[in-house]
Structure formats: structure tokens, C-alpha cells
């Protein structure tokens, strides 16, 4: 039997919800650590299926990487590899997989690695990728399924990328920290994790300035030594407690958040009449007794993620009035509509957006996650439905959330898993 997660909706949450270290972050950072031979140490890693996917595919590469779930942290050292092709039945488990192509082309100037393919939430073509790449001299071949690269010695150049897309953006940055001479990201994705990754290069020695802003510039250096590092918050792990104060109309305090993260976020919370508070390391969320609806479009970095349009949705669906949320990131990203639909929301898709009418109840129903943030949505639907909301699928969650379950039984939620 699958396990599932069941909620029982009504309760006020309660008390503070410390938030762990950002999945996005730390995925693109254990990659990096294969670019050098010392020692790279990663603390507060966050126990995700997906951070121990990455650990197993650099495990499988023949890095020596070693994750210590109790004290958050990996070790990576001396990697010397014994192969440069990931295997598939890695790879196709998490998209991420895919950003070992960089480092490898970087410091073994040959990689193979298989297409990773659409998911639930589009078709996510891989393009810009490889553009780069080719950019920077590495010949790419495409077939069977997989893509192969390789090189002599990478050379800087002038990278213009048509969409600010942030695999991207991470892949050519650290293909580009070993390559010679100068590579310029232009229209590169200015997303935190993208400042974090870079942070994380220069202090093993690399050179990257503009990292935050659309023009990134890379001077290539010759080699790349151990470093300790210390990702930064989940903003999308964030973003869901705020919501989930907010649908439940309750006051929650939000620990280790960079509000700077989560400027869109609290926007539109406060369009919506929701009181939020900057307190020392966080951030307190007021629910709004009568809330407001409206209008949200996803964007890159400063705009509001993608990451957190299901939750948000949850929310509006509970809020009387018409909202429109519109979703131009993702082609395909409203699989959660039809869950909701089961629990009694009102929302027609209209193209890439969703006219979202408030109802006056949820009702708890049997649904299932499509994706990681469509399995957040309907824990926060589950939280304010009439009566038993069960989750089923919630593999999903686990690639993301850390003990979503108990960190929501710890604020109040009526919420188990089984
Ligand atoms: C592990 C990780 O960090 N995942 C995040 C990352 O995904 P990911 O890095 O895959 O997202 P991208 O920013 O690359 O994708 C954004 C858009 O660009 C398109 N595109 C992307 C690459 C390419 O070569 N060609 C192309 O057309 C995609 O199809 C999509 O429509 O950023 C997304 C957008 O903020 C988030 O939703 C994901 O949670
Ligand atoms: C879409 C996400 O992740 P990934 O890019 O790994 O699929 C996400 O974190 O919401």
C-alpha cells in the first residue's frame, strides 16, 4: 500500500515553523563540488529524496561523497572519477541530475549523460543547455536518448540565453569557472539559488561577477580548491508556511527566511489584505479575516515563482471574488486544478490562466499530487476543508519538503501520514 497523507481541515496553526536550507540551492551545489579534488563540505543539507539523489549519482560517477542525515552535511572529496556517464536510472528520476553535464565537461572535458525529458509540469527542453555549451567549444552529440559532450579545453565567450532559465544559468556558469578566459552570461536568470551556486565557486577559488543581475561575467581560473558552505533558506518552503498562515486565517511565525527572498510573495499576500511582519531571522503572517482576491502572473526572479503558484491558488480558491492567476514560465504547470476541482474549488483554465472564483467551503476529498508544489497545494486546501482531505502520491512531496507532516503537526495542523 502507497502511503498517503491525510488532513483534517478547520484547525487555527499556531507557534513558529523553522524553515531548512534550499533544495534548488543545494542540488546545483552538490554538482559543483565535483570541480575540484579537496575537500567540499555542505552543512544544513536538508533530508530531501532529491538532495540523495544527487548524492547518488556523484556516488555513481565514483566520487567519494558521504551525507550525514543527522548532522545535515555532505562531504565530498577527492574526485577522481571512474566514469562520466550518470546512469539513466538516476537521471530520470530528477531533472537536476542533468547540471552534473557542466562540471564534468569542465574538469574531464567529456560527458554522457541521458536527455532528461518532459515532466508533469512541461515539456522542459534543454536547449539553452547545450547552446552554451557549444559556445564555450564543446562539440555536442544528441542521440539514443542521450546527449554527449566533449572538448579539448572550454573557451570563454559571450552567452546570450533567449529565456532567463536558471538550469541554465548554473550549468554554463560552472562549465565557465574552468575555462579560458572570460565567458559573459547575458539575460542569465537572477534567482537567489543562481547567487548562492556563485558564492559557493568563488570561495573554491573561482571568479564570477553579477551573479543576481542578468549579466554574469566569468574569468576563468586554473583550478578550483575544498571550501565549506552553508546554503541559503528554501524561499519556496517559505512561501507554503506563509500561505498556510494565511488560508487558515491564523498568526505563524516563519523562522530563518531572507525576506529580500520572498518580496513577490509577501506582495501579493498583502494585496490580499494578509498582515506580514519582519521579525528578527523571519517573518510573522497574519491571516486577513476578510480576505481580497487577486490577479498573480509567474515570472523569473524578482517576479513571482512559479514554484509557488499552486500554493498561492489553494489560497484563492478560499478567497470570495474572482483572481487570475497566470502562468508564463511553465507551458503545462495546472495539474492541481482538477484536484482542487475535486475538493469543491471553482477555477476554469482560460489558455496559460486560471479565473479562480472563491468558494465559501472546501470540501475533503481523495486527490492526488501530480508534482511537488501541486502535493503542497492540496495539504494547504486539506488544512481549511470540510472534513478528511486524503494525499495520495505524496512521493512528490518528499523530494522537496522536509517533514512536511511534522513540522505542520508542530503549528497546530491535524495532519498524519500513513
Ligand atoms: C532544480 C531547480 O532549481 N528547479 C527549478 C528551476 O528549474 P529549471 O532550471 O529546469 O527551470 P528553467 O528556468 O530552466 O526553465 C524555465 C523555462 O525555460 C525553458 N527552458 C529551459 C531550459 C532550456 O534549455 N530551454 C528552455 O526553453 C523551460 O522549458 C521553462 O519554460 O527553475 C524553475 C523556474 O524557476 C523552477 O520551477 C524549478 O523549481
Ligand atoms: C519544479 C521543481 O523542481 P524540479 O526543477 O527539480 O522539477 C520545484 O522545485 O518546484
Known amino acids: ?22 533544495k534548488n540551492s543545494v542540488l546545483p551545489i552538490i554538482a559543483a563540488s565535483l570541480l575540484c579534488h579537496e575537500k567540499c563540505i555542505i552543512d544544513d543539507v536538508p533530508d530531501l529524496d532529491d538532495v540523495k539523489v544527487m548524492c547518488s549519482v556523484l556516488d555513481s560517477l565514483g566520487a567519494n561523497i558521504s551525507m550525514d542525515i543527522k548532522k545535515g552535511t555532505i562531504e565530498v572529496r577527492d574526485g577522481a572519477l571512474k566514469l ?10 530528477m531533472r537536476a541530475s542533468f547540471l552534473v553535464l557542466g562540471p564534468l565537461l569542465a574538469k574531464y572535458g567529456k560527458a554522457r549523460i541521458s536527455m532528461p525529458g ?54 554554463i556558469m560552472m ?8 565567458t559573459v552570461i547575458e539575460n542569465a536568470a537572477e534567482e537567489p539559488e543562481i547567487v548562492d551556486l556563485a558564492n559557493f565557486l568563488n570561495r573554491m577559488g573561482a571568479n564570477i561577477l553579477g551573479a543576481g543581475t542578468d549579466t554574469i561575467r566569468i574569468q576563468g581560473v586554473k583550478e578550483l580548491k575544498g571550501t565549506v558552505h552553508q546554503p541559503i533558506p528554501d524561499r519556496i518552503e517559505a512561501g507554503t508556511y506563509m500561505v498556510a498562515a494565511a488560508i487558515t486565517k491564523s498568526d ?17 499576500l498583502e494585496e490580499c489584505g494578509v498582515k506580514v511582519l519582519e521579525v528578527p531571522g523571519g517573518v510573522r503572517v ?45 507551458e503545462n504547470r495546472f ?45 494547504l486546501a486539506g488544512l481549511v476543508a470540510d472534513g478528511i482531505t486524503v494525499i495520495e502520491d505524496i512521493h512528490h512531496l518528499d523530494r522537496g519538503y522536509v517533514d512536511i507532516v511534522g513540522k505542520m503537526r508542530s503549528i497546530g495542523a491535524d495532519i498524519t501520514r500513513e
Do not use: W
Open 1 to 22: 500500500m502507497m502511503e498517503r497523507i491525510i488532513v483534517k481541515g478547520n484547525n487555527k496553526l499556531k507557534g513558529s515553523v523553522k524553515i531548512s536550507s534550499a
Open 84 to 93: 562520466l556517464e550518470p546512469p539513466y536510472e538516476l537521471v530520470k528520476k
Open 118 to 171: 518532459g515532466c508533469n509540469i512541461g515539456s522542459r527542453p534543454i536547449d539553452l543547455h547545450l547552446k552554451g555549451f557549444n559556445l564555450l567549444g564543446a562539440e555536442i552529440n544528441l542521440g539514443h536518448g542521450y546527449v554527449e559532450a566533449e572538448c579539448k579545453k572550454l573557451k570563454g565567450n559571450k552567452i546570450y540565453l533567449d529565456f532567463p532559465s536558471v538550469g541554465a544559468t548554473e550549468n
Open 175 to 182: 562549465a565557465a569557472v574552468l575555462a579560458e578566459g572570460e
Open 252 to 268: 505563524l511565525i516563519i523562522e530563518n527566511v531572507i525576506v529580500e527572498h520572498v518580496r513577490s510573495i509577501i506582495a501579493k
Open 286 to 330: 497574519i491571516g486577513a479575516e476578510s480576505p481580497k482576491p487577486v490577479d498573480i502572473k509567474t515570472l523569473p526572479y524578482p517576479g513571482f515563482p512559479t514554484d509557488m503558484q499552486a500554493q498561492f491558488m489553494s489560497y484563492l480558491c478560499t478567497v470570495p471574488g474572482t483572481s487570475i492567476i497566470t502562468e508564463t514560465v511553465f
Open 335 to 379: 495539474m492541481h486544478v482538477n484536484e482542487l476541482k475535486r475538493m469543491g474549488a471553482n477555477i476554469k483554465i482560460d489558455g496559460r490562466s486560471a479565473v479562480v472564483e472563491g468558494v465559501e467551503r472546501l470540501s475533503g476529498a481523495v486527490v492526488h499530487a501530480t508534482d511537488l508544489r501541486a502535493g503542497a497545494c492540496l495539504v
